[in-house]
């Protein structure tokens, strides 16, 4: 059964010390702002590839990721990359990425959100197929139980993607197997089109935990310090090896499925109330105002930081080279010694 | 989930049918051959139904099916959940029962979340137990479109060795019409694989006779040619064509066969090019280790040895992820000066 | 949640007709009995292929089958063939299948009980890959829906089968589309040589239908009245529009998982529990019995007739001939007619 | 599970570690050998650890892993649910965390029920991302065993298409252990298909040092010849030096290669013989279209071209589903007499 988690948010001694409170504000922030500039950019036809935006969901994103150590793994889908920059992401790498090129994370090999830095900030590298990183996640718990140490995995998908078998087999074997996984799901009621009644036949997605004998949490993925309560409570469970968990993180998704996508078949009643009652980053933005955390002042500083980072690493992912045409054909083997090398900057194409 | 955003926003109006987005020239592109197909057939046996994701309201990631869902129902163009397998598998199963399916996959990347349905249950009812299953599975393939290896693969030479099921690569508007209106006539399961660089780049002058199809199995020679003969199919016929236009200048006569369906494979079209020109380049998008290209290789040494001036050459990618990056892709694919470079090498052998 | 049904085996009125109850008794018992001998000629080696014995979950089978129409469709595993015998099979063409013959109903193009006869009894040829037939009951009970006729779909699948990927999203489909299909599983405790723990974390089988939003029951698989019943308000309720069900039955695999396996990893007091306890075709007998529906010279009677039967259809199986061997080239496209033409008969090979 | 009662019930001893499972006169089977294979790795690298069905306790559906669990614990030999994408996919993750998993399928046919995990993750991830994913998926693969068309799938040809998997196919006792020791220590994701035909047919003299390994990637002439090459892999090799005794003594010398690796490919090796003999026949299991052998005889084709005398011969199953009843499996698989009978008109040639 599900359980509604209290949200700690309303209670008066704060989850974490102020300066982690004022961090967490901070990367909301970048995040928001990101998403916009990319969709932006991407309208103006500046931006090649796919966007898909998170806005709306920065709550779900930034409150379980930050509910994580730098050495758990993460494992997001094409629509966390807000997730992937809270573990830690570096902004230019990031666009230099979207731009295809060489000083992106996958040194050009994938583009937009399907990044990924497992050396770095142990975060799974995107694939499209929904969800194909969940088992995966089960590989990586199992290798931290079998190590004996606390470390732990967490995956995210959407709502849509628990329609799919793969979901499924995970979170039961995470369950036969006790594995130190926490299961985010981020509703943000849509996958592409479909609405959650044409996904599935429940009320909600946690209390699909009972049919694998795991704890299920649904939060308002509105409130980010719902989402790292019930996360950090998951995570806390898995480290001790109180085995998965299942949290769904209710949002909605602002924008279309991607950049090309107008979202006609969404209602508007319900994007405004969401815009209006659901916002995260504003949510919480009031939150450490009315706490005193942070003052106006702090606010505008941080926001014009981040502008200019975001500037700066536009401007570096632009003036990032394109791979050089040869490393189209090295990387598959470990043997050709590619990936353990500085890699060619001697591309050029004015393509994209 | 779109390749190139400015394409995708040039998707045609809402709710019209597809015969009303062809162009002033009445011209149809590949897209609207192909929605036109599915409409005409959805209006010829209300056994033929739609099933897949975003199809409905959405009209298909792509926007092939848009409008279909207010012309015939949400019954007969059936949004689903993120179940590939299921999917596949609800089509045998309504098919067993006498309808007659069409599975859209938002790309054909995503035919191996539904692999084993295909493989194992589709392509070998009919040979174990002897009942009809007039399956259409329909999706975008192909690179060249800056969507990286999620969204570029040829699936074909993977679900031709599972050998039940009729594949069809059209390449022209016209075929693709053609060929798509003879798979969903077919008894038997068919893979309609649309080549999603051609969606909106091509376009010609398209029959509006609902009756006129394509059959299955036959190759077409898209150039005459006597030096030499380019055996392709999709995307890369065009490039070929292209490439066949510079050789000529050249004085070299390149003949382009469009083997239009991939399998069962039409040998007898192949071999007689071989037989005139006596060399051939065969060229595909799918990998190069087993890909389709390496079955039609190997038909040629077998069959056309006595005729071969020179050996088979092959042009085709690595069998490695299609690549993001432009500098990264235009060197995987073989483009047309590759092509012309191969053609030059064979001619002189 | 799981509802426990209360077995209506327990309660003075009848479920049906003597005349049918008497029936079901003789299929629990040709179907005992075909499982015992063949095994034997298993044991022998006079039985080519493999052997999958359904001994001890007679009453799942055959309680399940009982409640469908003869144009309801069925979707068996390897373990199945009791319900396929009870859909009414022959005799003489399930064991020519056994032996490679061309009069098998697969014309020896497979084995065992990789059977099945869709234009005959309307059962689905069993395929080995679990539980691959769920996607297409899905299918079936699709076509049913849309022609508005009130036929169902029925599929069973083992307890192993539940943890992967496709049982989840049939299940998952059905719900969403609320289609006219019953999921039954033969829960007989063990996936080859897993017993349920290694399978999934839930203490039930019967639970997990809450995940879908669907009715979930659990029955014991020794009393084919409580399965029968279970299984036909199941049917009843997909007939009406109600939508899926889910119901486990349980028992024992009281064999190995094949005729190779003896099965080592089996407690011997748990196989002793379930056969003198939970045997359902003993069980049923003695019901019959004591509510006067049968005596004990019926049951004599019937068991040298079946004994006759199984005589009559193994000499007609080693009668019939093998496939020509130019046969194992046709039948793969429609077009070449031959599953709509008489197959030649000349085959002849002494292997096997 | 099982193709023949008898073989299985010959199964060898419980609990004992493989090499005691050798025959009186030191002999290893096919299956011993891989075993062994297993064993010694596990002794030698404690990173190394197996998952599956029914492994543990039961000791596989073959009895490869029996004694495995009471020697190395449960949580080296997993016993896992019947979950194939979910198999493949810890596997993936525990190797991005340093461990080196082995993976046994029941069944190599059940790989197509784990195949996107397999062909969209495990074979691209690192040519994507750069991560090193030393995983070992196996399996028993092949027909001949009376176990119809669900138990005898020879699947090498869609996973080497997919390009990023090394994949052993090996004919030999000695082979099989050497190439399966170098999968288990190879950086690279690795498919091992053992042909369950050979599983307890076949046995010879095998190395007792932990030490020697077989090179992934290296073809091997078993049979020296002059007047044709059979290149050939897995159970049909043995079919081959059957039909190259009889062909000698009808004066036909016949050479054969053994792939023993079918991806990637030894072109040299083949490429060799091919020159000394010219004239090549393709002998296979997989299916006739673009099945392994279509890429040897595409190979040929293009770069032995001079050297051929005859045209490239194929002999092959075709793309059909393996058939249970003798008479039908006899007939769709090559027999020794069919090899013989290609030999002599590709002689005559
Ligand atoms: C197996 C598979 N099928 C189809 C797709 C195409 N696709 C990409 S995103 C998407 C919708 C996903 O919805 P959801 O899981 O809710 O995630 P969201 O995008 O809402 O975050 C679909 C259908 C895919 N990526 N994978
Ligand atoms: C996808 C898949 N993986 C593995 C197998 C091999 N296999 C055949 S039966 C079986 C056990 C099935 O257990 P269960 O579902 O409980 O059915 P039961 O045999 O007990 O009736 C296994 C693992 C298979 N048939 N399909
Ligand atoms: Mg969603
Ligand atoms: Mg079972």
């Known amino acids: 059964m599900a359980t509604e988690v209290d949200p700690i948010a309303e209670q008066q001694d704060r989850p974490l010390p102020d300066e982690r409170l004022k961090e967490m504000l901070g990367t909301l922030m970048l995040c928001r702002y990101f998403d916009e500039r990319m969709e932006a950019l991407y309208r103006q036809g500046r931006l090649p590839g796919a966007f898909y935006s998170g806005r709306g969901q920065e709550g779900t994103h930034v409150g379980a990721a930050t509910a994580l150590r730098s050495n758990d793994s993460l494992f997001p889908t094409h629509r966390d990359l807000s997730a992937q920059l809270t573990k830690g992401l570096d902004l230019e790498r990031v666009m230099a990425q979207y731009w295809g090129r060489i000083d992106g994370y996958l040194r050009g090999r994938d583009g937009n959100s399907h990044i990924g830095d497992w050396y770095g900030n142990r975060t799974f590298a995107v694939m499209s197929h929904l969800p194909i990183a969940y088992p995966v996640a089960c590989g990586a718990a199992l290798a931290y139980k079998r190590a004996g140490d606390d470390r732990i995995a967490l995956a995210i998908c959407g709502d849509g993607s628990t329609s799919n078998g793969r979901w499924h087999e995970a979170l039961n074997m995470s369950a036969v197997l006790q594995l130190p996984v926490v299961w985010v799901v981020n509703n943000n009621q849509f996958a592409y089109s479909a609405p959650n009644p044409v996904e599935f036949h429940t009320a909600t997605i946690a209390e699909k935990a009972a049919a694998y004998g795991m704890p299920g949490v649904r939060v308002d993925g509105g409130e980010v310090l719902e989402v790292f309560d019930a996360v950090r409570g998951a995570v806390e469970r898995a480290r001790n090896g109180g085995g998965p968990s299942l949290i769904e993180s209710v949002s909605l998704r602002w924008r279309g499925h991607a950049g090309h996508d107008p979202a006609t078949y969404m209602a508007p009643e319900l994007l405004e109330e969401y815009m209006t009652l659901h916002d995260p980053v504003k949510n919480f933005q009031e939150k450490l105002l009315s706490w005193g955390v942070v003052t106006k002042d702090d606010i505008d500083t941080r926001s014009e930081q981040i502008v200019a980072n975001f500037e700066a690493a536009h401007a570096f992912a632009l003036a990032s080279p394109f791979p050089e045409a040869g490393d189209a054909f090295l990387g598959n083997w470990t043997d050709d010694g590619y990936w353990t090398r500085e890699p060619g900057r001697g591309g050029g194409t004015d393509a994209s | ?349």
């Open chain 2, 1 to 349: 989930m779109t390749a190139d955003p400015k394409v995708e926003v040039a998707a045609a109006g809402h709710g019209a049918e597809p015969r009303g987005k062809r162009g002033e020239d009445g011209q149809a592109t590949y897209l609207i051959a192909i929605a036109e197909a599915l409409w005409e057939e959805m209006e010829r046996d209300e056994r033929v139904y739609m099933l897949g994701e975003d199809i409905g309201a959405y009209g298909g990631a792509f926007k092939v099916t848009e409008g279909f869902m207010d012309r015939f129902g949400a019954d007969r163009v059936m949004d689903t959940p993120i179940a590939e397998e299921t999917i596949v598998g609800m089509a045998v199963g309504s098919a067993m029962e006498g309808l007659r399916p069409v599975a859209e996959f938002q790309y054909a990347d995503f035919m191996t979340s539904g692999f084993d349905e295909i493989t194992t249950v589709l392509s070998r009812y009919h040979y174990r137990a002897g009942v009809p299953l007039p399956v259409v599975l329909r999706g975008p393939s192909g690179g060249g479109v800056r969507a990286s290896s999620f969204h570029s693969i040829n699936p074909e030479p993977w679900f031709a060795y599972a050998g039940g099921l009729k594949i069809m690569c059209p390449a022209f508007p016209s075929d693709a019409k053609g060929l798509l209106k003879s798979a969903i006539r077919d008894d038997n399961p068919t893979m309609f694989l649309e080549h999603k660089w051609l969606y909106r780049r091509i376009k010609e002058q398209v029959s509006t006779d609902p009756d006129v199809t394509v059959p299955i199995g036959k190759a077409a020679v898209k150039r005459e040619g006597t030096d030499l003969t380019i055996v392709t199919y999709g995307a890369m016929v065009h490039k070929a064509l292209e490439a066949a236009e510079t050789l000529e200048a050249k004085g070299v006569s390149a003949e382009v066969v469009d083997l239009r369906t991939v399998y069962p494979l039409d040998e007898e079209t192949v071999l007689r090019s071989i037989e005139k020109t006596s060399r051939a380049l065969v060229l595909y998008e799918s990998y190069k280790f087993l890909g389709i290209g390496s079955e039609v290789a190997a038909i040629i040494a077998e069959q056309a040895f006595e005729h071969l001036d020179a050996p088979v050459m092959r042009l085709a990618p690595p069998n490695l992820p299609v690549p993001f990056s432009p500098s990264l892709e235009d060197a995987f694919l073989p483009q047309v000066a590759d092509i012309e470079a191969a053609a030059d090498r064979l001619a002189a052998w």
